[in-house]
Nanobody, 123 residues
């Protein structure tokens, strides 16, 4: 079991930047594949980025490639999402997610979710 708590959301102008954080409690963070999803008003939740438990393996949604960067600090049990060149369409609630090892790939979805943090981009 792992508890995920997001922070860092807020209001930012288009073109600006934000860094989201996700603090994890529980077992050793390094064994988790972790990532971010988002859900905009009236839309389904969508995948944003993922960092595999094996070092150096990340993937991104096409809509955020080149603008967002996912990273982690295993010593601090924390996941980050650096968001640059923000657009109004990035406005959403952002959720941190995790699964042990390869479970996310095997099952098609993560096992654990945070409660989300709101990101609002004004145009």
């Amino acid at each position: 079991q792992v508890l995920l708590v997001e922070s860092g959301g807020g209001l930012v102008q288009a073109g600006g930047s934000l860094r989201l954080s996700c603090a994890a409690s529980g077992r050793t963070f390094s064994i988790y594949t972790v990532g971010w999803f988002r859900q905009a008003p009236g839309k389904e939740r969508e995948f944003v980025a993922r960092d595999n438990w094996r070092p150096g393996m990340t993937d991104y949604a096409d809509s955020v490639k080149g603008r967002f960067t996912i990273s982690r600090d295993n010593a601090k049990n924390t996941l980050y999402l650096q968001m640059n060149s923000l657009k109004s369409e990035d406005t959403a609630v952002y959720y941190c997610a995790a699964a042990v090892g390869n479970r996310w790939s095997n099952n098609g979805e993560p096992d654990y979710w945070g409660r989300g943090t709101q990101v609002t981009v004004s145009s």
